[in-house]
């Protein structure tokens, strides 16, 4: 069975670096045959899918909504909730490893809950928003402690080693 990697982050509109930065990790994701999870919309989560499908990459998004309005450009398997930001759980539960670029409230409850499911975390270093500090916040708590750091070429294989 293939291999799925969550991609979670802000969904607001991304300085061009971060975009490109997501933009990379999702074409990394199809490059090594797994399949991109996210949560449907736009910013990091429409900047990775775009990478994935740019090489033939198989996207999947987790809409908060029921209609799919919100859903980006990018995405094979539109999957719509009507959950709101509770279909984090969702995300995060649907992948082997989850990576984090940039982000903000929602991006820490899915690190949250990745952590509590088991599932690796890897934050792209200089991403900024969680992704940047989250590690460094709770260094002292064994759980986040498991978190990895990793540069933007180097965020799939190490979610990968740790599934």
Known sequence: MRKRIAVIGADAKLPQEIASMAERIGADIARNNCILV???????????CRGAKNVGGLTVGILPSLDGADANEYLDVMITTGLG???NSIVVSAADAVIAVNGSTG???EIGMALNFGRPVVVVEGSGGVADTVKEAFR???LVRSIVKAKPGRAVDEALKRT
Request: overall charge negative; hydrophobic content about 35%.
């Open 140 to 142: 002292e708590d064994a």
């Open 107 to 109: 991006t820490l409850s």
């Open 85 to 87: 930001y509770a279909r």
């Open 38 to 48: 996210c949560g449907g919309r736009g910013g990091v989560m429409e900047a990775a």
